[in-house]
């Protein structure tokens, strides 16, 4: 077993870092990471709303499928 992640072993370009989902009361979300990178969302591993790390911008951020 490796102690280095997937991404790593494979040489596939991601973060390390997790990203902070902000909720603006235009109903927008904007996000950032915490290793400040400029990689698109999807190639993060983690992501959180950022209510868990006391920010007070909104709230928390729902996500809902369309019917």
Not at 8 to 35: A, I, K, N, P, Y
Request: charged fraction near 20%.
């Amino acid at each position: 077993m490796s102690d280095v992640c997937r991404e790593c072993r494979e040489d596939l370009e991601h973060c390390h870092g997790t990203l902070v989902h902000h909720f603006r009361s235009t109903g927008s979300v904007f996000v950032e990471c915490t290793e400040d990178c400029v990689m698109p969302d999807g190639l993060h591993s983690f992501s959180i709303d950022c209510e868990a790390v006391g920010c007070g911008c909104g709230g928390t951020i729902v996500a809902t499928a369309a019917s």
